[in-house]
């Protein structure tokens, strides 16, 4: 399975980015896709995960500003990022895999498939 990452910049406070994830068609039944995050210094962070059928799950520290979707015919997986801050500065990474559970009950940082990452910062 391969994933690759793309959309990454430096921005301003305030404003906003849309990040995607180009995969080799993961689709099995059960799957899920997410991001999830590392700053420097810091532990990895799931932030958005989403299952085959749409339903999705955010952590708080982005829910209302980031959105995650999928174009299921073009295999791509999308980060909405609006009102960005500093805190949200960090290597940004799209995951899959297929727990068989739904998105409230996974996190993308435990996922077996993983692409390289796209480097997001935010200054202020």
């Known amino acids: 399975v391969q994933l690759m990452e793309s959309g990454g910049d430096s921005v301003q406070a305030g404003e906003s980015l849309r990040l995607s994830c180009a995969h080799s068609?993961?689709?099995?039944?059960?799957?899920?896709l997410g991001w999830f995050r590392q700053a420097p210094g810091k532990k990895p962070e799931g932030i958005a995960t989403i299952d085959e059928d749409g339903r999705t799950f955010y952590t708080d520290s982005v829910k209302g500003r980031f959105s995650i979707s999928q174009d299921v015919a073009k295999n791509i997986l999308y980060l909405q990022m609006n009102s960005l801050n500093p805190d949200d500065t960090a290597m940004y990474y799209c995951?899959?895999?297929?727990?068989?559970?739904?998105?409230?009950?996974?996190?993308?940082?435990?996922?077996?498939?993983r692409g390289q990452g796209t480097q997001v910062n935010v200054s202020s």
């Open positions: 068609k993961y689709t099995y039944s059960g799957y899920c």
């Open positions: 995951g899959a895999d297929s727990p068989g559970l739904g998105p409230r009950s996974v996190n993308p940082v435990a996922f077996r498939y």
